[in-house]
């Protein structure tokens, strides 16, 4: 196989940069759509928030679901792009659907599809990341590609906004331009990576049978356990958004968390990342797990403004230092041949983590308030670090 092709200041190989601006582009299509997306089914379509709801909790898991299955696929056809092209076209024809949805079952069917698509991409896409890069720079590649999938995520909804304000609501309109940035998402993923030849592996069997899971070693299993409890600490974003609305921020401006949050994300990925390839990974993630207490911390007793921008900063800087150390922790610990499976399934327990602590968040809310939510998380994050400690990764 040919070494990858080295590009800029930092010898990055040119096929990360171009998964990092592929996610990137699918980012602010995705995100210009479902920003809205919540206001547009209730508002234009009549729409229950309960509805809602459920429609997003079951769109979420057919997702998780798909991780799995299309990582073992990739494994066992020794191909990733193509798994991977699929994905991010099925989450790029549905943007037009959304434009043209004239009831609710058209968009559940859309959003359905592109929620598919993202299971059916993720694990492959990153496996094929790890492919083509050297393993003394994964976490640099892995942080760069987090990086700028970020950037997509806080540009997405500055942009529908901006379309929003300029003409007058239209939320189909919007929709329509999503269509532009994903259809060049899957172009530039056609045109601009060479998958590293593999050759199927002679009387392939499927890698998510007991004895293929078995060459997955305890080294692994420690990494998706450890991300696991990780994300139970960590619940969804969506509640930072709720402090904000509950400590008076002006409506207007409560999105501008979620922007401020993700831009701390996005500068930090990359850095931090670069930095995991030099460092222990157990006590970078320790650190990233520190940073999380005191972002709870802070949230919780948060009084007003300064305080919530702190805590929302540190909350976006634990993200940026763990993302993607998780992510080359995974591609460090999994055979060459089984990485897509080894994807799949921690993309699927860390995401099942996500909707349990964001269940657990919410009733903590509604029962005994914002602060023991934050508290609890803070909690938590004490707690794996306290296991880290006690049972550190298998060989370290």
Do not use: C
């Amino acid at each position: 196989m040919k070494p990858p092709k080295l590009i800029g200041p930092v010898s990055m190989p040119a096929g990360v940069w171009v998964l990092g601006f592929v996610s990137l582009l699918m980012d602010i299509s995705s995100e210009m759509v479902h920003s809205l997306l919540p206001l547009f089914l209730v508002g234009t379509l009549g729409v229950s928030v309960l509805a809602v709801g459920i429609i997003e909790g079951l769109a979420e898991s057919i997702a998780l679901i798909s991780k799995v299955f299309s990582g073992a696929l990739s494994d066992y056809l020794g191909k990733r792009k193509g798994l991977a092209v699929l994905g991010y076209a099925m989450g790029a024809l549905t943007k037009p659907v959304f434009a043209m949805a004239g009831g609710v079952g058209a968009v559940v069917a859309a959003r359905f599809i592109d929620r598919v698509g993202k299971g059916i991409r993720g694990a492959p896409r990153d496996a094929l990341l790890a492919d083509i890069t050297p393993p003394s720079m994964r976490g640099a590649a892995f942080g760069l590609r987090q990086s700028l999938d970020t950037v997509g995520a806080f540009a997405g909804p500055l942009i529908a906004t901006g379309l929003m304000l300029a003409w007058a609501n239209d939320f189909r309109a919007v929709f329509w331009v999503a269509v532009i940035p994903g259809v060049l998402a899957v172009l530039l993923l056609m045109v601009g990576i060479k998958e590293p030849a593999h050759e199927r592996p002679r009387g392939a069997v499927n890698p998510i049978q007991r004895a293929t899971l078995a060459r997955l070693d305890s080294r692994y299993w420690w990494v998706v356990g450890v991300g696991a409890v990780f994300t139970l600490a960590r619940f969804s974003e969506a509640f930072l958004v709720l402090r904000a609305a509950q400590l008076d921020v002006p409506v207007a401006w409560v999105p501008l968390v979620m922007v401020a949050m993700n831009l701390v994300y996005a500068a930090s990925a990359y850095p931090f990342g670069k930095l995991s390839d030099r460092v222990s990974h157990g006590k970078l993630l320790a650190a990233g797990l520190v940073v999380l207490i005191a972002a709870d911390l802070v949230l919780a007793s948060a009084s007003g403004w300064a305080a919530l921008g702190l805590g929302v900063a540190l909350w976006g800087l634990h993200m940026g230092m763990t993302q993607g150390l998780l992510a080359a922790m995974v591609a460090e610990t999994a055979p060459e041949d089984l990485r897509g499976t080894a994807f799949g399934f921690f993309n699927l327990l860390s995401g099942l983590a996500l909707l349990v602590s964001s269940v657990i968040a919410g009733v903590l809310w509604d029962s005994m308030g914002s602060a023991v939510t934050f508290y609890a998380g803070a909690g938590f994050a004490a707690l794996t670090l306290l296991g880290m400690a006690l049972r550190p990764a298998p060989g370290a």
